[in-house]
């Protein structure tokens, strides 16, 4: 159906699309070759940066298609709402592996083309969408489709920090997947739909704490937020274990950031309970960036 809805955009003139975080993995091989051959693609990680990059677009008279994970649908409305005022038809694709979790009627107001497409005939939503291009305001089609989970397994690192820890400490980690019990120290887990403004919410969380807190998050959500380091409330208690560094992160893009905000990098290949006691009792804000996954 994808391909379908993408066919339609494009005989109507629209032939870019952007990619955000994730969702090209999520994609058939026959979607990817599609999209290869019709469409100029560009990949932002940022849902809230694609729709701004959009909007400019649009206002080259370059149409634009933007497709999202549906869980991430809340982050487009900032700039989907300078979009409605601009009148200028963006269209966002979103795409979800439940037709339940479909929810976007808080979107009503800014985007008054709204197309939600089932397992029907699609000649029927075409005309739909047929409509929407011919209007003035930003678009939006829904469907179902399979989204990789994007999960992590951070028993290896749980395994070295089970001798470090204490009762009363936390690790907060993102997008385990599954659940781990321990008596030793707290766990949290933080789901892939709520990656938006971790760092920010984080640091408000270990504010005035005296117990241990680490986020353990890969690299490449981190850098959704690395303009949050510039934050005159980070101290001591601010420590964050970043993965897949040697994937996802060039060291001098957070380098300067760190050293301007008194945060110390630290680096390892992998997890060791010397590193991570080092890393742990650090008398200032550190990241211990590790090459390798969780």
């Not at 809805?5 to 599609?34: A, H, M, P, R, W």
């Not at 749980?158 to 019990?181: A, R, S, V």
Request: with cysteine; proline share 1%.
């Amino acid at each position: 159906m994808l391909k379908d809805v993408l066919n339609t955009l494009k005989n109507n003139g629209y032939n870019s699309i952007i990619f955000t975080q994730d969702i090209e993995e999520s994609l058939q091989n026959e979607e990817k070759e599609y999209i290869e051959k019709e469409f100029l693609k560009v990949d932002i990680d940022d849902v809230r940066s694609a729709t701004f990059f959009a909007l400019g677009k649009e206002n080259l008279h370059n149409n634009c298609i933007i497709i999202v994970n549906g869980e991430e649908i809340q982050n487009i409305l900032t700039g989907i709402t300078e979009t409605w005022f601009q009148k200028l038809n963006v269209f966002v694709v979103a795409l979800y592996s439940k037709y339940d979790d479909i929810k976007t009627d808080f979107l009503h107001r800014v985007m008054p083309n709204i197309i939600r497409i089932y397992d029907e005939d699609y000649r029927y939503y075409e005309n739909s969408i047929n409509k929407a291009i011919k209007t003035n305001y930003p678009s939006l089609i829904t469907l179902k489709h399979e989204i990789k989970s994007g999960q992590y397994n951070y028993e290896n690192l749980l395994k070295n920090l089970d001798e470090i820890l204490n009762k009363q400490d936390e690790i907060i980690l993102y997008n385990h997947n599954k659940e781990i019990e321990t008596k030793k120290y707290n766990l949290k887990n933080i789901e892939a739909k709520y990656k938006y403004g971790i760092i920010s919410k984080y640091m408000g969380y270990i504010e005035g704490s005296k117990k241990k807190k680490i986020l353990c998050i890969p690299a490449k959500v981190f850098l959704l937020e690395l303009n949050i380091l510039n934050n005159r409330y980070i101290n001591e208690n601010f420590k964050i274990i970043l993965f897949n560094c040697n994937i996802d992160l060039k060291e001098k893009s957070i380098k300067n950031w760190a050293n301007s905000n008194n945060i110390k990098l630290m680096k390892a290949k992998k997890y060791d309970k010397d590193i991570l006691y080092d890393f742990i009792n650090q008398k200032e804000a550190t990241i211990l960036l590790m090459e390798g996954e969780v």
